[in-house]
Nanobody, 124 residues
Framework: QVQLVESGGGLVQTGGSLRLSCAAS????????LGWFRQAPGKEREFVAV????????RYADSVKGRFTISRDIAWNTVYLQMNNLRSEDTAVYYC?????????????????WGQGTQVTVSS
């Protein structure tokens, strides 16, 4: 059974930085893509970024390009989301998700497994 555990959320001021971590366990992930989504109160869950485990190719939502960086550590089975220059509109619960097909698409329906989420709050 795949398990995804997020950590690293918190409260930060506008312009600040946070790094989220997602520890993945339960199987090997060489054919997977791991992504980050977020959901603000009253809004749909939206795609943030994804990385394919095999070749480390990445994709980002337009709203975070140039500010967020997704990466992975094979040895620790961990995916990171480095978030810089944070804005109030980045406030949301951030979820880690795994796509067993490894396609790295942005649609949330491709993702089979989800973590419990970690809260990120950006204050002005």
């Amino acid at each position: 059974q795949v398990q995804l555990v997020e950590s690293g959320g918190g409260l930060v001021q506008t312009g600040g930085s946070l790094r989220l971590s997602c520890a993945a366990s339960g199987r090997t992930f060489e054919n997977y893509a791991l992504g980050w989504f977020r959901q603000a109160p009253g809004k749909e869950r939206e795609f943030v970024a994804v990385i394919t485990w095999s070749d480390s190719s990445t994709r980002y939502a337009d709203s975070v390009k140039g500010r967020f960086t997704i990466s992975r550590d094979i040895a620790w089975n961990t995916v990171y989301l480095q978030m810089n220059n944070l804005r109030s509109e980045d406030t949301a619960v951030y979820y880690c998700a795994a796509d067993g097909s490894g396609r790295g698409y942005s649609g949330r329906y491709y993702y089979n497994y989800w973590g419990q989420g970690t809260q990120v709050t950006v204050s002005s």
